[in-house]
């Protein structure tokens, strides 16, 4: 009997280890595959950006990754950060994608050398790439002697780049000097990338046995099986390009400074500490931003007009004029771009909009408030004499003799009696007259019957 139950548990030993063979067969298995990180990347080229395409990259590298797929849709931005990633992407040991998605997305100015750069590139369906074209301040053309520098120097970049990935150089030039765009099936069609791909399968699948060609050397993808793993940005420097968009920045700092105000009106301690708080970080986003000082100093002079308008007599004049200043700096808070290939930046239309409309509507009703308010009677104080009308009564404090003092309307006067008669302390009186601000008593007679 026990030769049978030692018999089965040392099947069941059996059947349980290889089970777990098998599962560490199919780990190990799946362990090999090949590795590929995917790395969205999207909104303005700035130097965020560049941080963490560049330390993706070499992440990868030191993973042993198959690939980086770089997932792009970007308007543009700093020709330096364009540059850092490029170059990141150019020195890569790991082969890089580039797919400039999703549909509808775009690769536009700066995103065309990071795209044309990249070992194979790929668009999905209703996607776009090019005007590449360098602009001013304002979005304008550059002209003379700097706008010739500019464009020169721009068309000698994106030549080499295409050069070196063997990619449509004369579309590559049109895209800069002519501002040229395609959409995905015309790049592809014309050799300015090298196809279409709707999903990341597609992607693996287009790229895998293809040989490309790396700092390290040719490189075949072996990408069968393979792993896509996605490598977000870090939430801090999220955070701090978050910080750098406009219109959250102008909201920041319109946050920030309506708690100041509230603490200005109403001492609280925290109000002030958030409002300063909430500037501080605007302040951050604005310091990467082409920020016209001008228009900054124009909100500041706006939110003095409004804290004045709370405490100043002036009839909506100070209201009014905070109001036109805050609408004239939101809507020249920036330059616009100040590297060749940034977009134009701007605070969003519909914001500046909403935000003035608001403090227009707020300074309203202070005014129609204070208006009502000098309309009303004043109330009687503590130590005006309307306090302590005839008729009100008292109580002797200092001894009237005839004259001394006595508490009535809830303060203590002064007060002499009305026949010179004395009145001793704690006497009740009645008030009968008033004499500039001393009262004139007599003994309360209802108090004595």
Not at 68 to 92: F, K
Not at 167 to 180: F, G, I, L
Not at 387 to 395: F, H, I, K, N, Q
């Amino acid at each position: 009997m026990r030769t049978g139950v030692a018999r089965g548990s040392r099947l069941r030993l059996a059947f349980a280890l290889a089970a777990l063979g098998l599962l560490l067969l199919a780990s190990g298995a799946r362990a090999a595959g090949p590795e590929v990180v995917l790395l969205p990347t999207t909104g303005i080229v700035d130097d965020g950006m560049a941080s963490y395409v560049a330390g993706g990259i070499s992440q990868a590298e030191s993973d042993g990754a198959a690939a980086v797929i770089i997932e792009l849709d970007t308007p543009g931005g700093s020709l330096t950060s364009t540059q850092d990633i490029v170059t990141a992407i150019l020195q890569s040991k790991v082969p890089i994608i580039v797919w400039v998605a999703p549909a509808g997305g775009y690769a536009a100015s700066a995103g065309t050398f990071i795209t044309l750069s990249s070992n194979i590139a790929l668009m999905a369906p209703g996607t776009r790439i090019g005007a590449a074209s360098p602009v001013g301040s304002q979005g304008e053309d550059i002209t003379g002697t700097e706008g010739t520098k500019v464009m020169n120097d721009a068309i000698a970049y994106i030549t080499e780049i295409a050069t070196i990935r063997h990619r449509n150089v004369t579309w590559a030039v049109s895209a800069v000097q002519d501002a040229k765009s395609s959409p995905a099936t015309e790049a592809a069609a014309t050799g300015v990338v090298d196809g279409e791909a709707s999903t990341i399968d597609d992607v693996l699948a287009f790229a895998n046995g293809k040989t490309v060609s790396t700092a390290s050397g040719d490189v075949t993808l072996n990408l069968a099986g393979a792993t896509t793993v996605e490598r977000d940005m870090n939430p801090f420097l999220a955070f701090i390009r978050l910080l750098s968009d406009p219109t959250i920045a102008f909201l920041l700092f319109s946050a920030g400074s309506i708690g100041l105000l509230a603490e200005l009106w109403s001492p609280n301690f925290v109000t002030g500490i958030l409002g300063a708080i909430v500037i501080i970080l605007s302040l951050i986003g604005l310091g990467a931003l082409p920020l016209n000082v001008g228009g900054l100093l124009l909100i500041v002079l706006a939110m003095v007009m409004f804290g004045l308008e709370l405490t100043v007599t002036s009839h909506g004049l100070l209201g009014f004029g905070g109001v036109v200043c805050l609408a004239l700096g939101s809507s020249a808070l920036f330059n616009g771009p100040v590297d060749p290939f940034g977009p134009v930046v701007s605070v969003a239309q519909p914001v500046i909009i909403t935000v003035v409309v608001t403090w227009a509507a707020f300074m309203a009703l202070v005014v129609v408030a204070a208006v009502r308010s000098r309309r009303w009677p004043a109330p009687a104080m503590a130590g005006s004499p309307a306090a302590v009308p005839p008729g009100s009564l008292g109580v002797v404090r200092k001894p009237l003799e005839p004259s001394g003092s006595v508490y009535a309307g809830g303060e203590e006067w002064s007060a002499r009696s009305a026949d010179s008669q004395p009145i001793p302390r704690g006497q009740p009186v009645r008030v009968i007259a008033r004499e500039g601000l001393t009262l004139v008593v007599e003994p309360d007679a209802s108090s004595s019957s």
